[in-house]
């Protein structure tokens, strides 16, 4: 199978994802009066934790991008892969919105970090299947040794554990994952650039 | 019409299906309390039937690539074939949902057999409008004659009838079937690879 | 703006519009019973209603391919000819579920007819609209002076009379002229066939 | 990144954001009565300010293909500029479910003019971003000195303002920016034309 079509098929998906999750937010009622208080009380907190949501798909879709420009055909093992990445990710608008709802209680936060941790494991079994391909050294190669890759699952573990503590305090870990991650990842692209800046011999 | 186009418009309606089933589960609501026991309690087995039926339409977009293959372009019957699988699969929501909702009741369970029946026999509805083309012929030596297909609908009806015994002990079948096409199709890439390694004459 | 995108946006909206109409059906509640009497009860007619309505956005799909098969530039016009058609055909999931509810009641029947009615006149113009671009005449000439086209909106109409009889009765011109649709247009088909096989002089 | 691949996700959200507004509509229960007086009084308001979002969102999606005719190739902050350009369009949904549900009170239509006024103030943040790009000074030039873009925002500030004195009256300006947007924008396309007129020295 070409690369080209599962990349379509998962944008698709992502462009599903980071939409439905609006139809999931709650608007006050007419017996909570339609003022900006009740919106506010209602769904000012839907509205942060979707962007934080919609950050991190964002994330998904800009990063998943780069891994499949080292290799231009996949097998059925990254398909899979793939495609349990994708799993993950569309629990996100159930997971979010359970953490609005509940007004950030402590298990909904700490089930939030888990779908973090779940998504960010099976991107990283997705790199190990592309790895696998010819021409997906090249993949290794160009994310190195060192990376935000490996900062943000401890960072999801501290959330998780903070979220026992106190919920908001085991947010901050995955705000600070999402802000880190905004800076696009520009070492695939780096690598490609010197890659076609080598001299041929 | 080109295969491309009904590829894309299928891989699009697969997207959908596969996404906004999320959108029907239930999450506990603030008299059931935000802990995980309610969790469990009101949405952990809509995960379960959501993951089985994520497998499903996985597994259907995955062998649906491999059948255009074959076939550069498609008529007006090959069109409504693939639109009477759609149908079926655009129902997956519906039946996984009421799977889920009736905590595996038998007549739930006996629905969601025959949507998985009638989306295996319009598949092989399609795979014959699509053996009419020119060139289908060879997806017909592709397919070979055994395989998982054949396998696929007496399972499905074995379940159907084992619901009438026990909802869960129904479900069994179908978990199998999904298993079994975990393993991706290779079969039409065999043979396309197989052509191309073919001595010219 | 080349045609191929407005038609890649087209299928994406035209394939939402299908998958969503299924999230508008109800079924049975605990209090009603899982079962296939209560299932029939409260989602048969859903279900369909659900299939005609399918199988109109199938038609429009398919038809919808073969406008732009003669032209590969759109202008501005064309564009928001296109977008009208969209529009009406977004508010067939709503038209669909009040039929449903409704149990087919007069004035959901009315309605329905009313959409089907504004679709293929939006539809109608649009193909006016294309006629206006260069090559647009081709068009004019592949779709002829007779067929479905000026059947199908006397017999909407037919339909909507027939409603305030009875709502059922009226119903039978609905699926009377999507029938007589399901049989693809082969028309344009025909004439570029006919135009490649012409003697080049 | 290719710009086409950046269109192509774009486009998929455009057509989600478009298409699901449509679930949101709510039609006559059967205590309401199923007649068109009910469904005026019940979803009358929700498809005037559905039919206003289509055309907002409609003519974002127009104009949104002409900014990446200018590049082939965007990058990390063009891409961001073009997610949080998404990010106030897929609020459209909940804004105008909230203006049809307060039938138009005050607040709601304060806020759907905040939102109008966002997604502006994004996509000129977005035409920043791209003429940032090599190739991109000819947007700038393209774009040239006045317009469209410069009068939008003030008859939001207006729409707004006039919301606290009658939200009826607030609504006038959001759809007189509607309607003057609804002709399409061709300077891009002259500017495309005059550059292929050139003679080449």
């Known amino acids: 199978m070409q690369s080209s079509r599962l990349e379509a098929f998962s944008d698709g ?6 939409t439905i999750m609006v139809l999931e937010m709650h608007l006050p009622s007419d017996k909570d009066g339609h003022t ?3 919106f506010f009380d209602h769904t000012g907190l839907s509205l942060l934790t979707y962007l934080l949501s919609f950050v991190y798909v964002g994330i998904y879709w800009n990063n998943h991008h780069h ?24 629990l996100f608008p159930l997971s979010t919105n359970w953490l609005a709802e509940s007004h950030v209680a402590r298990d909904p936060t700490v089930l939030y970090g888990i779908n973090l941790l779940a998504a960010a494991v099976a991107y990283f079994v997705l790199t190990l299947a592309i790895q696998r391909l010819p021409g997906g050294g090249n993949l290794q190669e160009a994310l190195g040794g060192s990376g935000k890759e490996k900062i943000s699952p401890p960072l999801y ?3 998780i554990g903070l979220a026992f503590v106190s919920p908001w305090l085991g947010l901050i870990p995955f705000v600070v994952v999402a802000l880190m991650w905004l800076v696009p990842d520009r070492r695939v692209e780096r690598w490609l650039q010197a890659r076609d800046e080598m001299p041929k011999v």
Request: cysteine-free; proline content about 0%; overall charge negative.
């Open 67 to 90: 891994l499949f420009q080292v290799s231009e055909n996949v097998d059925g093992v990254v398909l899979w892969a793939n495609l349990h990445l994708l799993f993950w990710l569309s």
């Open 36 to 38: 900006f208080h009740a």
């Open 13 to 18: 998906v992502l462009a599903i994802i980071i």
């Open 157 to 159: 573990v501290l959330g």
